[in-house]
């Protein structure tokens, strides 16, 4: 045997009782299941409990008349030795057993028959036999019947006789008088249920009137009243079923003090002896009468209130229900000026009114005329317009309505540039809800004459066109009222117009744009040769044919996506922010360096992500544990919203914690002013800001986290940063200002120009990011070596936010880039090279320039090694074409931050290059340096 | 008669085989000690799950209703109920004396890799190569988990409770450790795909095994690496591993049909011990007593250390 293990012994715990060892072989017993817990009888068969008061017996084989063979009759067996016996059923035969034994139908148990019972009673029996003697040829033979009287009567009865008991006494010593009965007192009033009406109180007077002195009685034979309390809910003098009642037939209640007459007194030891027959059945009040009991008495017992007295007074004759057939002088005591004509009975407390209510008088309705229709009709409503103010008056005439003055009455009809109107204002050009108000005075005249000519034709044309311009309010051809006119344009062309101006592509071209508009115009209105009018005529035959196609391009192009696509989609029912997505807060980092760290077996802080994570209420409360988060709803790791387009979101870029909006709010770059603010804010401008906040934000807590203790460095960083970034973007800023300006203000939104070039489009800014990189390079190759080509670079990046260039997230990425730059060449010295990066080798040129610097870096920015290794990893996800993009916008701001002489790109390539040699085991070697413990 | 201390003993390491179970339900998924060691469950490919004596080699139940193989198996506290897990998607709770499923969750996805009931065995907590750690309630009559773990990126192959910490490892290679009291996830990276997690039982270390044929001793606290123990083979199998009944040795199946015992602390390969000539698929380990079962194909070996001698004699 093991040696017994004290401590670990100790250390378990146990709980309950063990399972009983088993024997070998031994079955487990199973329990009775609570089904087969039945109750039979001595043959095995089922009890049933038919009627759960009656005691009610199950018949024959499982409730049914056969039996477990079934209806097998009996086989017919004879031979010469064994004749068949006839057999004569008995009623015995279809009996159970329980219906023979001593409780049954037909009980078997000895009983004293009648032949024995005492003759004293049985008067019809006696007189039979006293004839039966008399014919019989001996007479007196049945003397000896006479004079042998069997014994019938239990010893209880004998020796009460032997005491000198008779039957129909009471049981006790005799007594002087009869003790005089309590009457009841008339004045009592009884409540709840009454007791049965007896008859016996004139008996007892009849008794108490022969009163001799020297002789005794024997105690009446009465129940004494019963003082048990009462500790059922049943009702007063409810009594249950009496199973005496039912068993044996005796329907006379013990206690019965009143009831009966003197020969049917009841006595204590009662009738048992007297056969009166057994009748079976079941009486008590719990159950009603039966159907085959007369006695009908007091069932229920029902209490009307007219059996009590409601008022104090002498007794009235009658109980006042006598109405007009009362008694004359009862009648006359009444009130005597009681009404004769009511002849009911007065309420107490009432008294009959001493006037009578005048009548009302009934109107007959009015008769309908012959011809009338029972359907009603509205009146129409007519807005209240200078046209039909006189209809209005007519109407409101007709109405019976008073007459108003159209110029007061209708103060709340009146717009705003109605009232200043009537006050003598000039209209205010910025107020104008009209494309068509912006148009020159010479487009208008265009347009009007363009009108004149389509109404012409029009004319011409079959009236079911032109049903939508609402003839009534057709302008005259010769109005030269611009605004009607104008007015009547935007109302006939009012989808077309304000899709025109929500759709706007050749928005550059604003001559183009306002052709195109008109074109759609005419389109609406249904003019074939709305195209021709509406180009420019002094476009050469080239240019109108190509225009003509891109109109008709662009409208297909934007009904078809319109009309056809609108009908599947519905409107979202709650506002979704959709550039947002949800997604874990934190995030397990980038594995990369957690793998060079197990391969280290650097296990610890640097293999380690710690989240908040918060169990489910109830897992909590099974595992015993206090909730850590009591006050918080959700279950899991947080989420937080981030950008659905962001590039964040593909790259796995360090997710640390999202910085407070306070913190994110302090770090914010100023943004720039002017233009910018001026500028229409579109999603993709917004996004960018938070992006440019994002990124920042995100380093700057990833420095925080990565630093930890070293955490006095950070904000020297932040300010480095910050300093850096303002001065760029306020550059940037100045620089583009100009240029941009004039472009802001016909700027459409990008969605439409999705709508068109959407394929275009889609392709691109799904494609991967190197194509984009490399696009983005080529544009910007001209410029890297000087200052100016690199503005105009960020003014193509601007504009093509603003003219819907293909990759609108572009500048994001690229400012990203610059900032990650700035970050790393700042603060962190040169970059630790991608080690997995086979194009960096390529580039290799200079790595000896910059070298003593970056030894400087090395020995300042030591503790940032982990920051920047983290960095690097990090970027190295990136492709390759960041590095060179990233080399780029270095240059730039190099130039940008006041380093004064103009640095080459190859110097900052070589920078860039020079870390790039470094090698995984100098990766290895800095991270041992580090300050981690290790086991 | 004071006797003088009896001087604590080395600890034994089981290398006697005591007895072989041939389970016939195909090949044993898993062994598994109930609580106080006294009886064992096998999982069965022939979708059974068994309840034996490992001692005296006795069936003692079947327990039939998966509907496919059975994966993992774990006995409550009480020794009354039992939770398992398998290829049917589905985790089952049994009653032990009755035999009768009383519960079946369903709701994973994948295979149900591992199962293990919380402390007090309200919660049956099930692991699953959908990626998921679920939480099922056995006191109310939910169908659906109290909660979802999905952090982890890749199937669960290893679920263990202790009072207040549900320690997973993950294909992913990491150990993710859920503290419901610090409401705190630890997630540690170890890289290669981990077959099998356990605490220490005293409470401070885990032990886990990865497809690198690579046993790690982590800090439960810090992650740091306390010891590795490397010498046996296990780059394909979800292999089990587990530590000695005082914490003294790390012991681990072996694709070579081996277990291996190395010290805690010197890390140094104490023993290995030949079980036969397949793959040991699956082990456990008394809860207090150096007792080993081991699972290769269709049997289970029982093991004692070499002092061991039947109680009765009838073995």
């Given at each position: 045997m093991a040696a017994p293990d004290s401590d670990s012994d100790e250390d378990l715990v146990s709980y309950g009782t063990g399972l009983e060892l088993l024997e070998e072989g031994e079955r487990p017993k199973k329990p009775i299941p609570l089904q087969d817990q039945t109750v039979r009888d001595e043959k095995g068969r089922y009890k049933r409990f038919h009627g759960a008061f009656s005691g009610g017996f199950s018949a024959g084989y499982f409730n049914t008349v056969g039996s477990k063979e079934g209806w097998a009759p009996s086989s017919f067996m004879s031979s010469r030795q064994n004749r068949a016996d006839k057999s004569v059923f008995g009623p015995e035969d279809f009996m159970d057993e329980e219906d023979l034994s001593e409780f049954g139908i037909a009980p078997k148990a000895i009983v004293t028959t009648d032949d024995f019972a005492s003759k004293t009673r049985d008067r019809i029996r006696e007189k039979a036999r006293q004839l039966a003697a008399a014919t019989a040829p001996i007479p007196g033979a049945t003397l000896l019947d006479d004079l042998i009287t069997p014994a019938k009567l239990s010893v209880g009865f004998e020796l009460l006789r032997k005491m000198g008991w008779k039957e129909g006494q009471g049981i006790g010593p005799r007594v002087k008088r009869k003790p005089r009965r309590q009457k009841l007192d008339p004045g009592i009033k009884i409540y709840g249920c009454a007791l049965p009406p007896g008859g016996s109180e004139g008996s007892e007077d009849e008794d108490d009137d022969y009163l001799p002195e020297n002789v005794t009685f024997a105690p009446k034979d009465v129940m004494p009243v019963d003082f048990t309390p009462k500790d059922n809910v049943h009702g007063l003098a409810y009594k249950g079923l009496d199973p005496h009642q039912a068993l044996f037939g005796i329907s006379e209640e013990p206690f019965n003090l009143f009831s009966g007459g003197p020969e049917r007194t009841s006595s204590l030891l009662g009738d048992i002896g007297v056969n009166k027959g057994r009748k079976l059945g079941i009486t008590g009040q719990a159950f009603g009468v039966g159907a085959l009991e007369e006695e009908d008495d007091d069932i229920y017992a029902t209490e009307t209130l007219s059996k009590y007295d409601t008022v104090l007074k002498d007794e009235e004759p009658g109980d006042g229900l006598y109405g007009w057939t009362a008694p004359r002088q009862y009648q006359s005591q009444k009130?005597?000026?009681?009404?004769?004509?009511?002849i009911g009975k007065i309420l107490d407390g009432f008294s009959l009114a001493s006037k009578s209510l005048s009548s009302k008088k009934i109107y007959p309705p009015p008769e309908l005329p012959r011809d009338y229709r029972p359907v009603h009709y509205f009146r129409p409503v007519v807005a209240a317009t200078s046209e039909n103010s006189h209809l209005l008056q007519v109407l409101s005439e007709s109405a019976g309505k008073p007459v108003h003055d159209p110029g007061t009455h209708s103060r709340h009809l009146l717009n705003a540039s109605k009232r200043g109107e009537l006050l003598g204002e000039t209209p205010i050009q910025g107020s104008a809800t009209s494309v068509l108000e912006f148009l020159s005075q010479k487009d208008k005249e265009r347009i009007k004459e363009m009108k004149q000519a389509t109404d012409l034709k029009a004319a011409q044309l079959k009236a079911r066109r032109l049903a939508q311009n609402a003839s009534s309010s057709r302008p005259q051809p010769?109005?030269?009222d611009v605004g009607h006119s104008s007015w009547h344009m935007a109302l006939s062309g009012g989808t077309a117009t304000t899709r025109a101006s929500n759709f706007k592509p050749f928005a550059q071209d604003p001559e183009k744009q306002k052709r195109y508009e008109e074109y759609l115009i005419n389109m609406k209105q249904g003019q074939k040769d709305a195209l021709e009018r509406c180009l420019d005529p002094s476009m050469t035959e080239w240019e109108r044919g190509r225009e003509r196609d891109e109109f008709a391009q662009a409208a297909r192009l934007y009904v078809s996506s319109h009309s056809t696509l609108s009908c599947r989609f519905t409107h979202a029912k709650e506002e979704d922010d959709s550039h947002q997505v949800e997604v874990p807060r934190d995030q397990e980092n980038d594995v990369n360096d957690k793998q060079s760290a197990v391969k280290m077996k650097m296990f610890g802080k640097l293999t380690r992500d710690t989240f908040e994570w918060h169990p489910d209420k109830l897992l909590c409360k099974r595992f015993n544990v206090p909730d850590p988060y009591p006050d918080s709803t959700l279950v899991g790791l947080p989420r937080v919203k981030r950008d659905k387009y962001s590039v964040f979101n593909f790259l796995?870029?360090?997710?640390?914690?999202?910085?407070?909006t306070t913190q994110a709010s302090s770090e914010k770059v100023p943004q720039p002013q002017g233009p910018e603010k001026s500028r229409k804010p579109s999603r993709w401008d917004t996004s960018k800001q938070e992006k440019k906040e994002d990124s920042i934000s995100e380093f700057l807590s990833l420095a925080r986290s990565k630093v930890g203790p070293k955490q006095e460095s950070s904000p020297l960083v932040n300010k480095e940063g910050d300093h850096v970034k303002e001065s760029l973007s306020n550059k940037l800023v100045n620089k583009g200002e100009d240029s941009q300006a004039e472009e802001e203000g016909s700027r459409p939104p990008i969605d439409l120009f999705k709508a068109i070039f959407a394929s275009s489009s889609e392709e691109k800014s799904s494609s991967s990011e190197d194509e984009q990189g490399d696009s983005e390079d080529e544009q910007e190759g001209p410029g890297e070596a000087d200052v100016k080509s690199s503005q105009e670079a960020n003014l193509v990046e601007t504009s093509a936010a603003h003219t819907g260039e293909p990759a609108p997230q572009e500048p994001v990425t690229s400012i990203l880039v610059q900032k990650l730059q700035i970050d790393e060449r700042e603060e962190f010295g040169p970059r630790l090279p991608p080690v997995f990066c086979p194009n960096a080798r390529q580039k290799l040129e200079a790595p000896q320039k910059e070298a003593p610097q970056k030894e400087k870096h090395k020995k300042n920015k030591e503790k940032h090694k982990t920051k920047k290794e983290h960095r690097r990893r990090k970027e190295k996800k990136k492709k390759h074409r960041k590095h060179k993009h990233k080399g780029k916008q270095k240059n730039k701001k190099s130039e940008k931050s006041s380093s004064s002489e103009s640095t080459d790109s190859s110097d900052s390539q070589s920078d860039e290059e020079g870390t790039a040699d470094m090698s995984p085991q100098e990766l290895l070697r800095r991270l041992k340096r580090l300050p981690l413990r290790r086991q | 008669m004071a006797f003088p201390e009896p001087k604590p003993r080395g600890p034994e390491l089981p290398q006697k085989r005591l007895k072989t179970l041939d389970c016939r339900q195909g090949a044993v998924r898993a062994v598994r000690f109930n609580v106080d060691g006294n009886y064992c469950l096998t999982c069965g490919s022939d979708k059974t799950l068994k309840l034996w004596n490992p001692l005296r080699g006795t069936l003692l139940r079947t327990y039939s209703g998966h509907g496919y193989e059975v994966l993992d198996a774990a006995g409550s506290f009480d020794n009354s109920n039992l939770c398992s897990g398998g290829g049917d998607k589905a985790v089952v709770l049994w009653d032990v004396a009755s035999g009768q499923v009383v519960r079946k969750f369903r709701g994973h996805a994948g295979k149900v890799n591992t199962v293990q009931f919380n402390e007090e065995a309200t919660v049956i907590l099930s692991g699953s190569i959908d990626s998921t750690i679920r939480c099922w309630d056995c006191?109310?009559?939910?169908?659906?988990?109290?909660?979802?773990?999905?952090?982890?990126?890749?199937?669960?192959s290893s679920v263990k409770v202790s009072d207040h910490e549900v320690l997973a490892g993950s294909v992913d290679g990491r150990v993710r450790r859920y503290d419901l009291r610090m409401g705190q996830l630890f997630s540690d990276y170890v890289g290669s795909p981990i077959t099998c997690t356990c605490f220490s039982r005293d409470g401070q270390c885990t032990l886990v095994s990865s497809l690198d044929s690579t046993l790690r001793l982590l800090d439960k606290d810090t992650g740091e690496l306390l010891g590795e123990y490397t010498g046996h083979k296990n780059q394909k199998y979800k292999l089990d591993c587990c530590l000695s009944e005082r914490d003294t040795h790390v012991v681990s199946c072996s694709e070579d049909g081996k277990v291996f015992f190395w010290d805690l602390v010197e890390g140094a390969l104490a023993l290995a011990l030949p079980v036969g000539p397949g793959v040991v698929q699956s082990l456990a380990y008394h809860p207090t007593e150096p007792c080993l079962l081991t699972a290769m194909g269709g049997s289970v070996q029982c093991w004692r250390e070499e002092a061991y001698e039947a109680e009765s004699g009838t073995g």
């Open positions: 009130d005597s000026e009681k009404d004769l004509r009511y010769s109005s030269p796995t870029l360090p997710e640390t914690a999202s910085l407070p | 006191r109310s009559r939910r169908p659906e988990p109290v909660q979802k773990l999905d952090e982890a990126r890749d199937g669960v």
